[in-house]
């Protein structure tokens, strides 16, 4: 059994997260929640990837202003070139992302809390939310 585990803290007070709307060559991974490291105005948004800043077209995301605390659930169609690479993977069609270390998980229909078997954190899981 697991005790609930906050998010990994990053090195900078971050004030807003971010993610994929849809799978690009942007490069990030849907579901992941990334740290907003600078917000200029205009169509770019900078996020800390793996220890990079990483330019994004604004239009490319979606933030948040609260550090992410559920699990993403990512749905893909199945003629989407992600759903063959997910499927690969054994994620399946629909899989979770976790709000701590973006660990990827096979996802049963509704279930809705996790433990991450990465890092130990337990998480309810966003069905409202998909990406």
């Known amino acids: 059994m697991s005790a609930d585990v906050e998010p990994a803290q990053p090195a900078v007070n971050v004030k807003k997260w971010a993610r994929a709307r849809r799978s690009g060559t942007h490069g990030l991974r849907r579901g992941a ?9 205009g169509g770019l948004v900078v ?6 800043n990483v330019p994004v077209l604004r239009a490319h995301v979606e933030f948040s202003e609260t550090e992410p605390g559920h ?8 003629k989407q ?47 409202e939310h998909p990406c």
Request: net charge negative; hydrophobic share 35%.
């Open 47 to 52: 996020l800390g990837v793996r220890k990079d």
């Open 33 to 41: 929640w990334y740290p907003v490291v600078a917000d200029p105005p």
């Open 71 to 78: 699990w993403s659930v990512v749905q893909w169609d199945e």
């Open 81 to 127: 070139a992600g759903a063959r690479r997910a499927s690969e993977q054994n994620y399946g069609l629909t899989y979770g992302v976790c709000p701590a270390c973006s660990e990827r998980v096979k996802l049963a229909t509704e279930t809705q809390r996790l433990a991450c078997p990465d890092c130990g954190g337990e998480f309810p899981v966003d069905w």
